[in-house]
């Protein structure tokens, strides 16, 4: 059954399907169309779709976290987007030993305190010739580092920078990736 669009909002395309199958060719026109903003897939049973889907495409399991300082929280500057700092899970590794370190090397910081798993997020991208999912295991930490960020030039990282939760509507939302600004709307700031 070809997928058909049932919304004609602008940016945005609504599926109602029954293979995940059907998915990969709006997940192609999602990456080369610039006015295609999000494809929603709406199923009866999405446990068992997101299943289905994850099980076409090879896995990249990364790992990263929300780092608190205070009343803020850090991100990195990468490609264009505020993000979060995370990376691929080395073999043998744990997902929160993997947070910590990745976190340590994209920010160029140390003082990291693991806290709370917080979920996972999914998302697609291009990796030599082919698309692949990333799952990416997020955990909350706390910092008290008080030293100079080094952003992570060779990860294509120009700025890392804490960033207050009261500014991340006027700085962060308007420019990150939906699954981060998912991810933090969730977020809420440690009790000290």
Not at 73 to 91: C, S, V, Y
Not at 143 to 154: C, D, F, M, R
């Amino acid at each position: 059954m070809k997928p058909q669009k049932t919304d004609h909002k602008k940016g945005r395309i609504v599926l109602h399907h029954k293979s995940a199958a059907e998915l990969r060719p709006w997940l192609l026109r999602l990456e080369a169309d610039a006015n295609l903003l999000e494809v929603l897939v709406y199923s009866y049973r999405p446990e068992e779709a997101l299943a289905d889907f994850i099980s076409r495409m090879p896995m990249i399991d990364a790992a990263g976290g929300v780092v608190w300082q205070q009343d803020r929280a850090l991100f990195i500057f990468r490609h264009g987007r505020w993000d979060l700092p995370k990376g691929k899970i080395e073999l043998g590794e744990a997902s929160d030993v993997a947070a910590l370190r990745e976190v340590e090397e994209e920010c160029g910081m140390q003082e990291l305190q693991l806290g709370a798993f917080i979920g996972y997020t999914y998302h697609t991208y291009w990796f030599q010739q082919e698309m692949v999912i990333k799952r990416t295991f997020w955990y909350s930490m706390q910092s008290n580092y008080a030293g100079v960020l080094v952003p992570q030039t060779e990860e294509g990282i120009t700025e890392v920078r804490w960033i207050a939760q009261a500014d991340w509507p006027k700085e962060v939302y308007l420019n990150t990736y939906l699954s981060i600004a998912e991810l933090l709307q969730w977020q809420v700031m440690p009790q000290l």
